[in-house]
């Protein structure tokens, strides 16, 4: 898989972390006094890097948690068909086919270039170079 493990205290704001096997980038870390018995706990708000949904991580600040390997590389528009873009990696040559986002629509044509990140298996086109 392409994740390492970490703890919740290395978690900050912008980091990334893996919940519900799904990557998120941090948006809030919230961390609790330890009590009189136990350690120190901590809530971790972040939203998906693929789904935009909201999530949350509770736990002592001890706990390991996944932290997933976020790869962003460039790739070159071969051909914009509907809602789906055809790409190709500038550095491996692999073509393949990923959703226009709606941000983008109208911007993409065939021989720009774009940044593009690659995640447990997913990818997403982030913007145009």
Do not use: W
């Not at 901590?42 to 949904?53: C, K, S, V, W």
């Not at 790409?87 to 086919?97: G, Q």
């Not at 044509?109 to 690659?118: D, H, I, N, T």
């Amino acid at each position: 898989m392409e994740k390492k493990i970490g703890t919740m205290r290395d978690l900050s704001k912008g980091k990334y972390v893996l919940i519900d096997n799904e990557p998120c980038r941090v948006i809030n870390v919230i961390h609790s006094k330890p009590g009189k018995h136990g350690g120190a706990k901590a809530r971790i708000d972040a939203i998906g890097l693929f789904d935009g949904q909201k999530r949350s991580l509770m736990g002592p600040v001890s706990q390991n948690v996944d932290i997933p390997i976020i790869n962003k590389n460039s790739a070159q528009v071969l051909n914009v068909i509907g809602d789906e873009v055809q790409l190709m990696d500038m550095t491996s040559y692999e073509t393949f086919e990923l959703p226009l986002p709606e941000d983008l629509k109208g911007k993409l044509s065939e021989g720009v270039e774009v940044l593009y990140m690659e995640s447990m298996g997913k990818r997403k086109i982030l913007r145009v170079q």
